[in-house]
T-cell receptor
């Protein structure tokens, strides 16, 4: 079955540590996205990539980094520079340009900083 | 800029209807609607495009008023499974990314 996988489902991190969240898709989608969701809030875009080896900052990119070396993979690193990283992180992908195409979401990773 | 959704929350009895609104301060190219159940990923419902084209769920309807820069999602004869948080996402002419509203929490009771 095609879909998006994120790992791990739950992640605990000590303050000051970098951590990388995995996102893999086998939908053959060109575009991939990372969102952050805080309790009772909407989804805020961190980074997005429309093609391999290219990505753009979203609305809240500070303290995060990404890479897009393969079409299937779009890992997100939460660095120690991110002041309040505890949140629910969602990865998504779409077939092409986002304005015309629905986004498919992975199950999410819940990150807690201790 | 983030679209504004209204109402913020609504409680319905099974079988009742609801309307969720999404307004933007900028001209819209498309509006996306998603539903998220607690602790789960958002699920696509519908896309409404400038010019009138729609893609999405057979049992859900929505409107897109380009002049007013707003969209409405119509949930008729609600079922318990409709419970969740509904998000609209907007594409405006100045950005090539989807911007989500803060959501409308819908609870359907017996």
């Amino acid at each position: 079955d095609g879909g998006i996988t994120q790992s791990p489902k739950y992640l605990f991190r000590k303050e000051g540590q970098n951590v990388t969240l995995s996102c893999e898709q086998n939908l053959n989608h060109d575009a991939m996205y990372w969102y952050r969701q805080d309790p009772g809030q909407g989804l805020r875009l961190i980074y997005y990539s429309q093609i391999v080896n290219d990505f753009q900052k979203g609305d809240i990119a500070e303290g995060y980094s990404v890479s897009r070396e393969k079409k299937e993979s779009f890992p997100l690193t939460v660095t120690s520079a991110q002041k309040n990283p505890t949140a629910f992180y969602l990865c998504a992908s779409s077939k092409g340009q986002g304005v015309y195409n629905e986004q498919f979401f992975g199950p999410g990773t819940r990150l807690t900083v201790l | 800029q983030q679209p504004v959704q209204s109402p913020q929350a609504v409680i319905l009895r099974e079988g009742e209807d609801a309307v969720i609104n999404c307004s933007s301060s900028k001209a819209l190219y498309s509006v996306h609607w998603y539903r998220q159940k607690h602790g789960e990923a958002p699920v696509f419902l519908m896309i409404l495009l400038k010019g009138g084209e729609q893609k999405g769920h057979d049992k859900i309807s929505a409107s897109f008023n380009e002049k007013k820069q707003q969209s409405s999602l119509y949930l008729t004869a609600s079922q318990l499974s409709y419970s969740g948080t509904y998000f609209c996402g907007t594409f405006t002419g100045t950005a090539s990314k989807l911007t989500f509203g803060t959501g409308t929490r819908l609870q359907v009771t017996l």
